[in-house]
């Protein structure tokens, strides 16, 4: 029987061409059957607080970059979104006297210009390189700071960026959000034509992508638009340079971290529920991350919400 087409975007994937009867158990989920779907390679955690979320997700960064020596060098791939932790990490740092030179960071996505071609510059409003610098990195003590050959910043010639992944630095940590189209990083859905037409590319297929230059889902477009343009989305570029899953499994962990304000209820139960079962579906890109080995979904208990109709 053929897919459904896409209810917000008929030339593209994503999880609304999902079974109907599978979206309808999704929606019943309670917070209490979240916590339930941990199994092992994959960990449901719930912070009761704002506070104990964004400084939980800090220390990830400082567990991760006090593993770095000058001889084993250790790496975290981080997001833009949510950023509320940058200067977290940055003031742990600098409290802790934490000497992070040996240590490396990637960038996890940059926006690309369609017009160039080419990766839009730090100078730019949205320029993710420039919020990790201004947030994060320029805020951390110089004499404890990495120099800038360890921050890693895709680029629309991604030759540079995927050689830095076969460096020798050690992976420890790939942090995410999530987004409306259950990406991670701009690890969209694909368009749906050509051999994709009918069916959306197997596991094995997404799998094989590196960090590349993508055209973006119009949901992504729009949710950039609402969380970091104020609603213009005439600001928002129609194309990203993404980490891709190649990169993403030579991290040790994978860690998603759902605050409450990029996906949504639905959001937050589907790609879970698909991790903990097994139920792998590229049209729900996040749903690939059940076959890698070390996966925690971090909840602000308050945001978890829930799928019950409500008009408003």
Sequence with gaps: MPRKLSSIAPDWWDYTTLDSD????????KPKDLLALSRPGFKVVFYPTIEEFYAAEALEYIEAWRQSTDDNPVGVCGPIGPTEQLPIVARMVNALSLDVRSAHFWGMDEWVDAATGREVPATHPLSFERCDRELCFNRIDKRLRMPDAHLHFPKADTREFRKSWSSGVRCALMQGGQGDVKHWAFNDPLPRRGKWRHAPPTASEFRKLATRVVDLHPLTLAQNSRTSAGGNLS?????????????????EKVSIWHPGHHDNPFGFRLTAYMISKGLVDTSVPM????EHPNVQFNYLASAIGTCEIEMH
């Design 287 to 290: 749903s690939l991350l059940a």
């Design 22 to 29: 599978l979206v309808t158990e999704v929606a019943r989920l």
């Design 235 to 251: 600001l928002v570029p129609t194309k990203a340079v993404s980490v891709g899953p190649v990169e993403t499994w030579q991290a």
